[in-house]
């Protein structure tokens, strides 16, 4: 004998499983930035890869600031920092 399938209980088990579904997506929220500008901290480091003079490369670190704003409109500032390879180091 064959057994009738409950189809409300499978519907109600779909829906639970749609909505957790949706509760574990992560909302990611997309802020609007402006342009980076420079706020005065600059540093050099040497470190590897090593260049073909034998000396490390030397790199700088320019920190710069940006105004942002959520999607609720609230302005707070994003620091960010670019790294830049500016050759072989002077020393080794």
Do not use: S
Request: aromatic share 10%; charged share 25%; with cysteine.
């Amino acid at each position: 004998m064959r057994r009738k399938r409950n189809k409300k209980g499978y519907l109600a088990v779909a829906a639970l499983m749609a909505v957790a579904t949706l509760w574990m997506l992560p909302i990611k929220a997309e802020a609007d930035c402006g342009e980076g500008t420079p706020t005065g901290k600059v540093g050099g480091y040497c470190a590897t890869p090593i260049c073909h003079t034998g000396n490390r490369t030397y790199f700088v670190q320019r920190e710069y600031v940006r105004t942002c704003t959520n999607e609720l409109g609230t302005k707070y500032e994003d620091y960010y920092v670019e790294t830049t390879d500016n050759g072989c180091c002077p020393y080794n």
